[in-house]
């Protein structure tokens, strides 16, 4: 069983469309994020959530909307898709906070291109 | 604030050559570290963390890494190289103050050469 899973894991798209990424983790975490990582790999935290309720939100222009079910769940919604947005989203979790030494835990990633 | 810099954006060794990448971290309290491996077309997957117990740490694959809070480094090593080691190499920190972010360094990709 996948630990975090998302999906898509490829999705090429045309400027100004809407989409979404799911991601969902089965093991039990409380504390689940959303990174970007650009062109150059480098990686930056877009948003987290405790418990369903936002704790970071970084930079983030609001075309991108994050939305947390329940524990398990972190989607990321992403409207007016711009050229800018192509990159690898990555959904992760921790039990707890990172602050404390947590471990993060990370899915396979969604290749995100605009066309 | 906390920041990692990972000196060499790429670093080519020889297939059983040591494997040595560096890190350094800023923070002002005890930082919590961390090594991530990513394969190509996959997510990061954690090698290693130091959380203030030993200062040497062991991780999977044979890889190792040395908190030195002297030098205010973390650095990364494994004795001999395996074709299968090449991928990319993050560093990254957390400490109490940060709440949930953990800053990554900007990467190592290493490369083996047979």
């Known amino acids: 069983d996948t630990a975090v899973s998302q999906t898509p894991k490829y999705l090429v798209t045309q400027m100004g469309n809407d989409k979404s990424i799911k991601c969902e983790q089965n093991?039990?975490?409380?504390?689940m994020y959303w990174y970007k990582q650009d062109s150059k790999k480098f990686l930056k935290i877009m948003f987290s959530y405790n418990n369903k309720e936002l704790i970071i939100n970084e930079t983030v222009p609001n075309r991108f909307s994050p939305k947390s079910p329940d524990k398990a769940h972190l989607n990321l919604h992403i409207n007016s898709l711009e050229l800018g947005d192509s990159a690898v989203y990555f959904c992760?979790?921790?039990?707890?906070?990172?602050?404390?030494?947590?471990?993060?835990?990370f899915g396979e990633g969604s290749w995100l291109t605009v066309v | 604030a906390q920041s990692v810099t990972q000196l060499g954006s790429h670093v080519s060794v020889s297939e059983g050559a040591l494997v040595l990448l560096r890190c350094n971290y800023s923070?002002?309290?005890?930082?919590?570290l961390f090594w991530y491996v990513q394969y190509p077309n996959q997510g990061l997957q954690l090698l290693l963390k130091?959380?203030?117990?030993?200062?040497l740490v062991k991780g999977i694959n044979g890889f190792e890494a040395e908190f030195k809070k002297s030098e205010t480094s973390f650095h990364l090593t494994k004795p001999s190289a395996h074709m299968s080691d090449a991928a990319e190499y993050f560093c990254a920190v957390s400490d109490k103050t940060s709440y949930d972010k953990v800053i990554f360094g900007p990467g190592t990709s290493l490369s083996v050469i047979p």
């Open positions: 130091y959380t203030s117990a030993a200062t």
């Open positions: 093991l039990g975490h409380d504390t």
């Open positions: 992760a979790s921790s039990q707890g906070r990172t602050g404390t030494g947590n471990t993060i835990y």
């Open positions: 923070s002002s309290v005890p930082p919590y």
